[in-house]
Nanobody, 123 residues
Framework: QVQLVQSGGGLVQAGGSLRLSCAASDHAFTRLFMGWFRQAPGKEREFVAAISMTGGSTFYSDSVEGRFTVSRDNAKVTMYLQMDNLQPGDTAVYYC????????????????WGQGTQVTVAS
């Protein structure tokens, strides 16, 4: 079973940038589709971005397209989310996700999840 450990996040002013990381426990990572989701207080979890096994294909929600960039380094078994021009509406707990089947923007029921990391954007 793959374990995902997240790092990054924190507090930033509107217009600023942050980078999130999601490190896997083993090289099964290279055979997994990866994604990011977020959940704001009082709201349902929403899809943010996803990336194919090789990193050759990416997919974004309309709300972050053009501001966020998802990438992965299979040699380091790590996925990243570069978040630029952050806005207060991006404030949420962000979760990384891994799955053997591409179901994004929905989360696969049998997927793996990171522990979550808080991103707060001040206006």
């Amino acid at each position: 079973q793959v374990q995902l450990v997240q790092s990054g996040g924190g507090l930033v002013q509107a217009g600023g940038s942050l980078r999130l990381s999601c490190a896997a426990s083993d090289h099964a990572f290279t055979r997994l589709f990866m994604g990011w989701f977020r959940q704001a207080p009082g709201k349902e979890r929403e899809f943010v971005a996803a990336i194919s096994m090789t990193g050759g294909s990416t997919f974004y929600s309309d709300s972050v397209e053009g501001r966020f960039t998802v990438s992965r380094d299979n040699a380091k078994v790590t996925m990243y989310l570069q978040m630029d021009n952050l806005q207060p509406g991006d404030t949420a707990v962000y979760y990384c996700n891994a799955a053997t089947t591409w179901t994004y923007p929905q989360a696969h029921e049998g997927g793996y999840w990171g522990q979550g990391t808080q991103v707060t954007v001040a206006s």
